[in-house]
Nanobody, 122 residues
Framework: QVQLVESGGGLVQPGDSLGLSCAAS????????MGWFRQSKAKEREFVAR????????YYADSVKGRFTISRDNVKNTVYLQMNSLKPEDTAVYYC???????????????WGQGTQVTVSS
C-alpha cells in the first residue's frame, strides 16, 4: 500500500512558476514509477509527466514539454513537478500517481493522491 500526498498548488499569474511535491509512504518508493496527471472541469484526467523508479526514464505530454520538469528523490520518497511559463490552460487539479509500470493512460496507475489545485489567472 502506498499513500500519496500532494502539496504546492495555488493561484499564480500567466508566465509564473510553481512547484508541486508529492510525498509517498512506504519503503518501496524506488520500485514505483511516478506520474503527474491533471484534470480540469471540462476535461477528462490527462497525462502530464512520468518518471521511472530510478529516474532514468522521463516522459512528458506535448502540451507541457519544455515548460515542466518532473524529478524524484528516492531518499525523501518524494516526486516533484516544476512548472514554468504557466498558462491559463494549465489550470486544473493536479494528481500524483504510483504504479509498478506506469504509462500515459490514467487506467494503468494503482495509487493516487488527493490532488492539489493549480489556478493560472491574471
Amino acid at each position: 500500500q502506498v499513500q500519496l500526498v500532494e502539496s504546492g498548488g495555488g493561484l499564480v499569474q500567466p508566465g509564473d512558476s510553481l512547484g508541486l511535491s508529492c510525498a509517498a509512504s512506504g519503503r518501496t518508493f524506488r520500485t514505483y514509477s511516478m506520474g503527474w496527471f491533471r484534470q480540469s472541469k471540462a476535461k477528462e484526467r490527462e497525462f502530464v509527466a512520468r518518471i521511472s523508479g530510478s529516474g532514468a526514464l522521463i516522459y512528458y505530454a506535448d502540451s507541457v514539454k519544455g515548460r515542466f520538469t518532473i524529478s524524484r528523490d528516492n531518499v525523501k520518497n518524494t516526486v516533484y513537478l516544476q512548472m514554468n511559463s504557466l498558462k491559463p490552460e494549465d489550470t486544473a487539479v493536479y494528481y500524483c500517481a504510483a504504479a509498478t509500470y506506469g504509462s500515459s493512460s490514467s487506467a494503468g496507475w494503482t495509487y493516487w493522491g488527493q490532488g492539489t489545485q493549480v489556478t493560472v489567472s491574471s
